[in-house]
Nanobody, 112 residues
Framework: VQLQASGGGLVQPGGSLRLSCAAS???????MGWYRQAPGKQRELVAS???????YHEESLKGRFTISRDDAKSTMYLQMSSLTFEDTAVYYC????????WGQGTQVTVSS
């Protein structure tokens, strides 16, 4: 199983980014999601999506972040909008099969 996260970068407050997580070695029924870890903080769950498209978004991020998946492309996405300084973090994608598998992380920096 390999997960390749991409799409991070530097963005101004109020801006948008779309993260992608390309997966290989998984099956379409695998649950997937995103965590993030800000400097000096613990890793926290951002959003998850099940095999049938059922989604969960951390309460404080609802309305700004949207998770989705395209199983035909074996890719999961995280659309982020109205970004704030507090969204600065490394974002990690994951999936669960026999255990949790992690992508390498992609840095999102919100700065003016």
């Amino acid at each position: 199983v390999q997960l390749q996260a991409s799409g991070g970068g530097l963005v101004q407050p109020g801006g948008s980014l779309r993260l992608s997580c390309a997966a290989s070695g998984i099956i379409s029924s695998s649950p997937m999601g995103w965590y993030r870890q800000a400097p000096g903080k613990q890793r926290e769950l951002v959003a998850s999506i099940s095999y049938n498209g059922t989604t969960y978004h951390e309460e404080s991020l609802k309305g700004r972040f949207t998770i989705s998946r395209d199983d035909a492309k074996s890719t999961m996405y995280l659309q982020m909008s109205s970004l704030t300084f507090e969204d600065t973090a490394v974002y990690y994608c994951y999936t669960f099969l026999d255990r949790v598998y992690w992508g390498q992380g992609t840095q999102v920096t919100v700065s003016s």
